[in-house]
């Protein structure tokens, strides 16, 4: 599903550069659900954005489902995104103005999807997610676990290969989480693909795999087994 | 770009964010607004600037005899010159050709009765030519004619606020007044758009003038009117032969400005309207300056907008917005508000103007308007600039990486 070798990424900060990732070797098959820890600097949340093409690594290649992403222009990279990729963020980043069924069918309008249908399917996801009734609230009307349960939905209601997630459950107390974490578990069980960074250990050994960052380089990476989120909930 | 769900999300997007809206359509309805008042009000100014210019006819030549200023083939200066009726004769059999019509003028102040009402006024003696060179309108009975002139006959023709004062709302016509005791018949009434001291006077037959100042024959002053067909070359040429020829007849030096007095009005009207367009434009320049203040404020306001919005963009384009979508929809929205808010300036502005309508009359703005072409212009270049305004900053948002915009402050 993903594939990218030896990626290279650097920041320039006035004088000086700031090399972040040093030559990052890394495949992603599909249905796998990835957990990327590190240290605050180890460069993940700049692999994610690479991976999510909201930024562009300087050297290496990166190969998503079978086509090589390189030299995108914006337009080309806003359809990739939109038909590919879907995104889950720390800070939910929902548009305020919109309810919460509005902010899900967002995606399918830069998709020109048809008014009527694009209703039916952000409802479809909202229920998948739990937040049916909740379709007609606004952002500022939820909790942290409920808003980051419309980003998921409006995530997947593109009907992506891969979710990138970003600190999923960075703004989120632990119960919240785990209820989060198994949204996102069945979601993978539908066989979406799930890269998530975080740096909490718990959240990572939800996933079926662990990669360890560190100075910009991949340290270890291995294959856990999964502990299931629903177990932690009551 | 007309597709309903486009329409829908904007209407959406301006409903939910009202505050945004209201100030950016403030913003160019006021600009509009204020560049409508303005530009009335120069129309205004420059209506009656011309009402104050115009009421006279434009063809006439003014010869007015005074002191001489330069002694001059043995005169003496300080010497009067005098007009009398073979003056009018003379120019008449020489100038026969540049002639449209010619009257002399004789004023006097005079105490004049009717019954128990009494006024002064100014009485002027003239020939029926006089009429076409003040636009007098004979509202009823008739004016001056030749037979009074031959026949002296003692006919006054009176303004209408002369008859407003003497005879109030009864009709002055064949009633008789008495102008310094001697009693004279009511022939016709007339109006003037100079105003109110054009409508207090009255006219008798000059030749009636003269004789009740013991049969004299002097005029004060003559008043030639040229075919107009002559332009303004050719009065200026005829100015200049009757000037050589009045100056010969009565000995008076070319240059003597006082001795004979002459005024064009063709050339006063090139000047009046010389100023009239430089009256027109300081308008332009005070519209054009309220555009571009206006103009300002929109490119503030969409550059504000923008900024506000940068995070929203952000998140739009994480999810699949295009570079073209996301100007297209600032775009879109900044042209719908400029448009709407252009329109209700512009008739707020239009309806202002309607209701100030006369009463700044004493300010010398009279009928202010705005044409409507000037109106739709001044609209369409705030929109065209207000798109501009929006376009420069949506463009440059539409190119910050997603990850720039959805950084946490």
Same mark, same amino acid.
């Given at each position: 599903?993903?594939?990218?070798?030896?990626?290279?990424?650097?920041?320039?900060?006035?004088?000086?550069?700031?090399?972040?990732?040093?030559?990052?070797?890394?495949?992603?098959?599909?249905?796998?659900?990835?957990?990327?820890?590190?240290?605050?600097?180890?460069?993940?949340?700049?692999? %994610?954005?690479?991976?999510?093409?909201?930024?562009? !690594? +300087?050297?290496? *290649?990166?190969? &998503? /489902?079978?086509? @090589?992403?390189?030299?995108?222009?914006?337009?080309?990279?806003?359809?990739?995104?939109?038909?590919?990729?879907?995104?889950?963020?720390?800070?939910?980043?929902?548009?305020?103005?919109?309810?919460?069924?509005?902010?899900?069918?967002?995606?399918?309008?830069?998709?020109?999807?048809?008014?009527?249908?694009?209703?039916?399917?952000?409802?479809?996801?909202?229920?998948?997610?739990?937040?049916?009734?909740?379709?007609?609230?606004?952002?500022?009307?939820?909790?942290?676990?409920?808003?980051?349960?419309?980003?998921?939905?409006?995530? %997947?209601?593109?009907?992506?290969?891969?979710?990138? !997630? +970003?600190?999923? *459950?960075?703004? &989120? /107390?632990?119960? @919240?989480?785990?209820?989060?974490?198994?949204?996102?578990?069945?979601?993978?069980?539908?066989?979406?693909?799930?890269?998530?960074?975080?740096?909490?250990?718990?959240?990572?050994?939800?996933?079926?795999?662990?990669?360890?960052?560190?100075?910009?380089?991949?340290?270890?990476?291995?294959?856990?087994?999964?502990?299931?989120?629903?177990?932690?909930?009551? | 770009?007309?597709?309903?769900?486009?329409?829908?999300?904007?209407?959406?997007?301006?409903?939910?964010?009202?505050?945004?809206?209201?100030?950016?359509?403030?913003?160019?309805?006021?600009?509009?607004?204020?560049?409508?008042?303005?530009?009335?009000?120069?129309?205004?100014?420059?209506?009656?600037?011309?009402?104050?210019?115009?009421?006279?006819?434009?063809?006439?030549?003014?010869?007015?005899?005074?002191?001489?200023?330069?002694?001059?083939?043995?005169?003496?200066?300080?010497?009067?010159?005098?007009?009398?009726?073979?003056?009018?004769?003379?120019?008449?059999?020489?100038?026969?050709?540049?002639?449209?019509?010619?009257?002399?003028?004789?004023?006097?102040?005079?105490?004049?009765?009717?019954?128990?009402?009494?006024?002064?006024?100014?009485?002027?003696?003239?020939?029926?030519?006089?009429?076409?060179?003040?636009?007098?309108?004979?509202?009823?009975?008739?004016?001056?004619?030749?037979?009074?002139?031959?026949?002296?006959?003692?006919?006054?023709?009176?303004?209408?606020?002369?008859?407003?004062?003497?005879?109030?709302?009864?009709?002055?016509?064949?009633?008789?007044?008495?102008?310094?005791?001697?009693?004279?018949?009511?022939?016709?009434?007339?109006?003037?758009?100079?105003?109110?001291?054009?409508?207090?006077?009255?006219?008798?037959?000059?030749?009636?003038?003269?004789?009740?100042?013991?049969?004299?024959?002097?005029?004060?002053?003559?008043?030639?009117?040229?075919?107009?067909?002559?332009?303004?070359?050719?009065?200026?040429?005829?100015?200049?032969?009757?000037?050589?020829?009045?100056?010969?007849?009565?000995?008076?030096?070319?240059?003597?400005?006082?001795?004979?007095?002459?005024?064009?009005?063709?050339?006063?009207?090139?000047?009046?309207?010389?100023?009239?367009?430089?009256?027109?434009?300081?308008?332009?320049?005070?519209?054009?300056?309220?555009?571009?203040?206006?103009?300002?404020?929109?490119?503030?306001?969409?550059?504000?907008?923008?900024?506000?919005?940068?995070?929203?963009?952000?998140?739009?384009?994480?999810?699949?917005?295009?570079?073209?979508?996301?100007?297209?929809?600032?775009?879109?929205?900044?042209?719908?508000?400029?448009?709407?808010?252009?329109?209700?300036?512009?008739?707020?502005?239009?309806?202002?103007?309607?209701?100030?309508?006369?009463?700044?009359?004493?300010?010398?703005?009279?009928?202010?308007?705005?044409?409507?072409?000037?109106?739709?212009?001044?609209?369409?270049?705030?929109?065209?600039?207000?798109?501009?305004?929006?376009?420069?900053?949506?463009?440059?948002?539409?190119?910050?990486?997603?990850?720039?915009?959805?950084?946490?402050?």
């Amino acid at each position: 599903m993903i594939k990218i070798a030896d990626l290279h990424k650097s920041y320039a900060m006035g004088q000086n550069s700031l090399h972040v990732l040093k030559g990052i070797n890394f495949d992603v098959a599909a249905g796998e659900m990835v957990a990327i820890m590190g240290s605050s600097g180890s460069g993940k949340s700049t692999l %994610l954005n690479i991976l999510g093409m909201l930024d562009v !690594a +300087d050297q290496g *290649t990166y190969n &998503l /489902d079978g086509a @090589t992403i390189k030299d995108l222009d914006e337009t080309k990279a806003a359809v990739y995104r939109n038909k590919f990729l879907g995104f889950v963020f720390q800070s939910f980043n929902l548009i305020s103005y919109k309810t919460a069924l509005e902010n899900v069918m967002l995606p399918l309008y830069y998709q020109k999807v048809a008014r009527k249908e694009r209703i039916a399917r952000a409802q479809k996801f909202l229920e998948q997610v739990g937040l049916g009734p909740w379709a007609s609230h606004h952002p500022n009307e939820l909790s942290g676990g409920q808003k980051q349960r419309v980003a998921i939905a409006r995530a %997947l209601v593109s009907e992506p290969k891969v979710i990138l !997630a +970003d600190e999923p *459950t960075g703004a &989120l /107390d632990s119960k @919240t989480s785990y209820e989060l974490m198994d949204v996102l578990q069945t979601i993978n069980d539908q066989g979406i693909t799930l890269l998530i960074v975080t740096h909490e250990e718990d959240i990572a050994k939800m996933c079926k795999r662990i990669v360890h960052l560190r100075d910009g380089v991949i340290v270890t990476d291995e294959k856990v087994k999964q502990v299931k989120a629903i177990q932690h909930v009551e | 770009m007309w597709s309903r769900d486009r329409w829908q999300e904007m209407f959406y997007t301006l409903r939910k964010n009202k505050l945004r809206t209201a100030l950016s359509g403030f913003t160019v309805a006021m600009g509009i607004f204020i560049f409508v008042l303005l530009f009335g009000f120069g129309n205004g100014l420059k209506n009656s600037f011309e009402t104050f210019f115009l009421d006279d006819s434009t063809n006439t030549l003014w010869l007015y005899p005074g002191l001489t200023e330069k002694p001059y083939r043995g005169f003496k200066a300080k010497r009067r010159i005098i007009f009398r009726n073979d003056d009018l004769t003379d120019i008449q059999q020489n100038f026969a050709f540049f002639i449209q019509y010619m009257t002399p003028r004789i004023s006097r102040g005079a105490l004049v009765k009717h019954g128990k009402e009494s006024n002064n006024y100014t009485i002027r003696g003239v020939a029926p030519g006089h009429q076409f060179a003040e636009k007098s309108i004979i509202t009823k009975g008739r004016y001056i004619n030749q037979n009074d002139i031959i026949k002296k006959t003692k006919y006054a023709t009176i303004g209408r606020l002369v008859e407003k004062d003497l005879f109030g709302n009864r009709s002055a016509l064949g009633q008789n007044i008495d102008i310094s005791g001697v009693s004279f018949k009511v022939v016709g009434v007339f109006e003037d758009e100079g105003g109110d001291n054009e409508e207090r006077l009255i006219y008798i037959s000059y030749t009636t003038r003269q004789q009740l100042e013991k049969s004299n024959d002097r005029v004060d002053q003559i008043i030639v009117a040229f075919r107009p067909e002559l332009g303004h070359a050719g009065a200026l040429a005829f100015e200049k032969k009757l000037s050589a020829f009045m100056r010969k007849k009565h000995v008076v030096a070319a240059n003597d400005r006082s001795g004979i007095y002459m005024r064009n009005v063709a050339t006063d009207l090139k000047e009046t309207q010389q100023f009239a367009s430089i009256l027109q434009l300081i308008v332009s320049f005070v519209g054009l300056g309220t555009l571009l203040a206006g103009i300002i404020g929109i490119s503030n306001i969409m550059v504000y907008v923008v900024k506000e919005r940068t995070k929203e963009l952000g998140i739009r384009k994480a999810i699949g917005a295009t570079p073209k979508a996301v100007v297209g929809m600032i775009l879109h929205e900044s042209v719908f508000i400029t448009t709407m808010a252009g329109y209700a300036g512009l008739l707020a502005g239009v309806g202002t103007l309607a209701l100030i309508g006369d009463s700044l009359e004493e300010f010398f703005i009279i009928n202010p308007y705005i044409s409507t072409n000037t109106a739709i212009g001044a609209t369409l270049v705030l929109i065209v600039f207000g798109a501009l305004a929006g376009y420069i900053p949506a463009r440059r948002a539409s190119k910050i990486k997603p990850i720039i915009a959805l950084r946490d402050e």
